[in-house]
């Protein structure tokens, strides 16, 4: 099984963020600092991983994201306190 990822990208302000699903994490995070990730990080200067998600499958990570997505910004900034209560950047 193939390891997936669902992370959670923002900006130095912590005021947006970015939730995208990948296969290889490390590679990701590179692209979006180095402004090749979307272009919606670049434009937003999204560059700091804040949280992410492991899966096993795929389909599960992708599901994932899409509920993210659709949640309220606060209820993000809670999910990602849980485990980063300071909104650190993520070193990987």
Known sequence: M???Y???M???YRTTFY???TANLEKRIVQHTTGKGSKFTKKYNLVYL???EE???INQAILREKQLKNWHH???INLIKENNPTLETINL
């Open 2 to 4: 193939k390891i997936s």
């Open 6 to 8: 669902v992370y959670i």
């Open 10 to 12: 923002t900006n130095k």
């Open 19 to 21: 939730i995208g699903v």
């Open 50 to 52: 804040v949280y992410y």
């Open 55 to 57: 899966f096993t499958d």
């Open 74 to 76: 606060d209820w993000k």
